[in-house]
């Protein structure tokens, strides 16, 4: 007689492996804004946990995420979870108080079914394609504990492009363009780094673009406060954009080379 198990097959991790491009500090503009906007959060959490989801070859986003919300959230874990099972293993010797990992993907299978405080998902949607944004978002914004926050965008390889999406479990809420500004010529730049839910909308008709535009003038207009420094002319840019588009952020945050705008007003159109 054949002995079967009664324990059901592992489920398939959600997902497909990525190219796993990573490199130290890539993540550093993504992660300073976390750890400024969703500090407190992770501070009045009970047992705070941060998900790296999709940390690539080598685990420096984790380790590097872990040191930058410490200094905010003290008490706050990270769990970097890969889809790739050898990238996993890899990872095992960085394990420290504080940090692991898991394999996984969309499902953010976490122990005893725990619920993440913070999911950051970064350059793990470029690959696929516009229409399954929505049912990825909407399955992570699923896992989050109340109160969390979902950080899902794209970067060059070396951190100094990035463009996030910040999303809440009731839905997305705010855009963020952040860049070195020594190395700007001007804001439209930034757009090959938009995320895969606006990266196809940059053309006329659609908000992104509309607002990009604007981002433009308003730089060239700023001109003359290049004198003073590429900082002080993004200041006055993001002054004029203000006018006329809803931004979330002052210049506590613009100093940072960092400008944040409401996703209502750029969702995309139809």
């Given at each position: ?174 855009v963020t363009f952040a860049t070195r500004l020594g190395s700007l010529e001007r804001p439209s730049d930034l757009a090959e780094r938009l995320p895969k839910a606006l990266i196809h909308r940059n053309v006329p008709g659609e908000p992104v673009h509309a607002f990009l535009r604007d981002f433009d003038r308003a730089w060239a207009a700023a001109a ?47």
């Amino acid at each position: 007689m054949v002995s079967r198990s009664t324990q059901p097959p592992p489920k398939r991790p959600v997902g497909t492996v990525t190219r796993g491009t990573t490199n130290p500090n890539r993540l550093r503009r993504m992660d300073r804004w976390i750890a400024a906007s969703h500090g407190a959060a992770l501070r009045r959490a009970d047992a705070p946990v941060a998900v790296d989801l999709g940390y690539g070859a080598a685990p420096w986003t984790a380790v590097e995420l872990l040191a930058r919300l410490r200094e905010a959230a003290p008490r706050v874990r990270v769990v970097g979870i890969e889809i790739e099972p050898a990238r996993v293993t890899g990872a095992k010797p960085y394990e420290r108080e504080g940090l692991s990992f898991r394999h996984g993907g969309f499902e953010v299978p976490l122990e005893g079914g725990e619920r993440p405080a913070l999911i950051r998902a970064a350059n793990v949607l470029r690959q696929y394609d516009e229409e399954q944004v929505a049912e990825v978002w909407q399955r992570l914004r699923a896992r989050l504990a109340p109160g969390g926050l979902l950080v899902e965008g794209t970067c060059d390889e070396i951190g100094r492009r990035h463009v996030w999406v910040a999303l809440g479990p009731e839905g997305p809420r705010t855009v963020t363009f952040a860049t070195r500004l020594g190395s700007l010529e001007r804001p439209s730049d930034l757009a090959e780094r938009l995320p895969k839910a606006l990266i196809h909308r940059n053309v006329p008709g659609e908000p992104v673009h509309a607002f990009l535009r604007d981002f433009d003038r308003a730089w060239a207009a700023a001109a003359p406060y290049a004198s003073y420094g590429a900082r002080q002319r993004w200041i006055r840019t993001a002054r004029a954009l203000s006018a006329d588009w809803p931004l979330a952020d002052g210049p506590g945050r613009w100093r940072q080379g960092e400008l944040t705008v409401r996703w209502e007003a750029l969702r995309p159109a139809g």
